[in-house]
């Protein structure tokens, strides 16, 4: 294979910055069709060029793409000041446009990336340029209040935010005055003892951040969904978005619920055919951080077809991007979905999500009114209680229940995201836990998870967690989805509504999405708590800024969980009836 690279050309803005591009041409007269990727995390860093998440370079050159990568402006080798999302837009609608107008482009452009690559690309695809045909972005979120910065309950991923920022700071510390290099020290230590990051209280007023990273206090500043966020949610603007894209994403990924609630946004309201039809979706094993995509966990393996290497990613990229950039006339796809199926532990091609044949089953909570804990005796049951009770635990936000995998981002000593075994949250007090009896026959659970709680708090405002979990023959609990409800956000996540401590309330908990046969011989089981942390942040229960209380300001919260007839709290699970997928398995 041949091909040249340019270096560092510059690329210019509207407002006369000019962002650091390497082009990669391939061999040939062209004019070629290009894929732009728009990266924070330098351009020129080998981690662009062999993340088994993102597709092959070479290979794309070799296909006949100009790759085109440039690094976004303040980062790297891009002049200008990094403030998150805020630029993304308006720079990446003038380098399509100028890429378009390059004698080497034929002006057919696609994008790609992940994660912050990502974000990017729905901004241009809201922004309708004519030259962006496709985009395909991976483990990334169209709407950054929902994922990765708070959550569809309103709390705060406060493992993701601080963390990343605190990844951000650094690398802005390098390009900033001497003096400010003080930092650094303060900044990798939150790193490699995560307790020190997350733990102080109030959140707000991380200086070490903040100095280097100003958005981060803008951040905490807006805990609503407001005009901060609605302006760089592409998800508020889907009839705007006419070009199909390709979505890839991983079933214990930080971004998993918006990759899928970006697919049927487009499914719904995409702005063109090719919008709403063209699309893909492809999800495995998988979480966020490099070098966790084997779909191997020290808790749960899903054996070789878990790995990405089995997913062809760099295949999938081409093949979209030659029907909808290169506009090859190609046999139709059967299927726009193909999902890991977990507990079967096998890919499966399906027509659309949710599968069309999805039946949406209640399993409510029940039992004596003592699910305190693994050994309580809490109930899932498809039939409606008989009888009222109501479970009770005191939330102290000074000890929260401790994140055990799921979608935290960090990968720091002791925790990692994935699967992990839920024993040590099962054996605390605060974590009520209902689960059905030893199942005879395999239960197909894929789609999105709900849970509607009949609530009850002392305070006027806290959280409410639910957590899907798989419990073993062997009793390993196995983390699939889970979720958080702010109380005050019951309602809206624009106008908070504080709850009269002592009124009941009825909550409903987006759990996330999850693909996994519940094997015979295992259990479906439900923890339900109010806190989840560092993932998220925790409540202080007081009704007031979250993120400006202190540890002396807040308050222990008596909650109750009331479920029966009159109460019918219950987990919505997305069955899928098949043949059994067990009788099949080697
Ligand atoms: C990422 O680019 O990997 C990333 C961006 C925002 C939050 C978490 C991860």
């Known amino acids: 294979m041949t091909f040249t690279v340019e270096v560092d050309v510059p690329v210019p803005m509207r407002d006369g910055v000019a962002l650091a591009t390497n082009v990669w041409l391939p061999d040939g007269p062209g004019p070629f069709p290009a894929l732009l990727v728009r990266t924070p995390y330098g351009k020129d860093d080998a981690g662009l060029y062999g993340n088994p998440k993102l597709p092959d370079v070479f290979t794309l050159v070799e296909a006949g793409y100009a790759v085109v990568a440039q690094d976004v402006r303040g980062t790297s080798r891009s002049p200008g000041t990094f403030v998150p999302h805020t630029h993304e837009g308006p720079d990446s609608v003038d380098t399509l446009t100028w890429l378009a107008a390059q004698p080497w482009c034929d002006g057919a452009v696609g994008m790609w990336g992940g994660s912050y690559m990502g974000f990017s690309q729905w901004q241009a695809a809201s922004h309708g340029v004519p030259a962006l045909r496709a985009i395909a972005p991976v483990m990334t979120s169209a709407d950054p209040y929902a994922a990765p910065w708070r959550s569809p309950g309103g ?11 605190t990844l951000a700071a650094l690398r802005n510390l390098r390009r900033g005055p001497d003096e400010g290099r ?48 609605q302006e760089i949610a592409s998800t ?28 049927r946004m ?71 979905v193909r999902i890991f199926v977990m507990g079967a532990d096998e890919w499966r091609d399906e027509p659309d999500w949710p599968l069309p044949d999805t039946r949406y089953a209640g399993f409510f909570l029940d039992g004596g009114g003592r699910a305190n804990t693994a050994h309580g005796d809490g109930i899932l049951t498809p039939d409606v209680p008989t009888e009222e009770a109501t479970d009770t635990f005191r939330y102290d936000p000074r000890d929260p229940v401790p994140s055990l995998g799921g979608t935290v981002l960090a990968t720091a000593p002791g925790s990692y995201p994935g699967p992990a075994d839920q024993a040590a949250a099962e054996a605390r007090e605060d974590v009520l836990c209902f689960t059905t009896p030893v199942l005879e026959r395999p239960v197909e659970v894929i789609g999105h998870v709900t849970l509607v709680l009949h609530i009850r708090s002392s305070t006027p405002d806290t959280d409410f967690t639910g957590k899907l979990v798989d ?47 519940f094997r015979s011989g295992h259990r479906i089981r439900l923890e339900v708590s109010s806190s989840n942390f560092p ?46 997928s067990e009788e099949t398995r080697p």
């Open 471 to 517: 419990v073993h023959p062997d009793g390993r609990a196995i983390l699939l989805c889970e979720g958080i409800q702010r109380v005050r956000y019951r309602k809206s996540l624009t106008e908070p509504a504080p709850l009269a401590p002592g009124t009941d309330a009825e909550l409903t908990l987006d759990l996330g999405v999850t693909a996994n046969v």
């Open 535 to 580: 993932r998220y942040d925790r409540n202080t229960n007081t009704g007031a800024t979250i993120a400006t209380e202190g540890a002396d300001d807040v308050l222990v919260a008596v909650n109750h969980v009331h479920h029966g007839p009159a109460h019918p709290s219950r987990l919505i699970l997305p069955v899928s009836e098949r043949p059994a």
């Open 182 to 229: 003080g930092d650094a020290g303060a900044l990798l230590s939150g790193l490699s003892d995560p307790r020190s990051l997350h733990e102080p209280l109030p959140i707000d007023g991380r200086a070490v951040v903040t100095r280097s990273l100003p958005w981060l206090g803008e951040v905490l500043a807006h805990p609503e969904r407001d005009a901060f966020w």
């Open 266 to 336: 487009l499914r719904r309201r995409g702005g063109s055919a090719a919008a709403r039809d063209g699309q893909r979706l492809i999800i495995g094993p998988w979480s966020h951080p490099d070098g966790t995509d084997l779909g191997t966990y020290p808790d749960r393996s899903f054996g070789l077809a878990g790995s990405i290497k089995t997913a062809g990613i760099t295949e999938a990229h081409l093949r979209f991007f030659d029907r909808w950039v290169r506009g090859r006339e190609l046999p139709e796809d059967t299927h726009r």
């Open 236 to 263: 508020d603007h889907g009839e705007r978005i006419t070009v199909p894209a390709l979505h890839i994403g991983g079933w214990f990924d930080v971004f998993v619920g918006e990759t899928v609630r970006s697919y």
């Open 155 to 165: 709390a705060l991923s406060q493992d993701a935010v601080l963390t990343w920022s």
